[in-house]
């Protein structure tokens, strides 16, 4: 087994050499400002997206209440008095 300053150490030895030229640059906290001008920027490209995304979603939304509000309808009109007898010729 070799021994001195060839190796590390034997297998499971915590131990290393120390590392050298290992250089960190940081900058300050308060120099990155990540939310500047967030909410501005929104204001105007969160509108444009939305109205580019508007027919995908409201043309859907707009058949969807369409359909809901005529099935309400007709079933409140077909529970009725008037519904029952404008359909009681089928029950014959």
Known sequence: MPTGRKWMGWWG??????QRGVVQYTISPFQTANMRGAVQTYLFY???RLMQQAP??????AAGYGIYTWGKKTN???NSKAGHLAHAHDEE
């Open 13 to 18: 030895a915590i131990g290393s050499p120390t």
């Open 46 to 48: 969160g509108y444009k």
């Open 56 to 61: 995908y979603w409201v043309l859907p939304f």
């Open 76 to 78: 409140a009109y077909n």
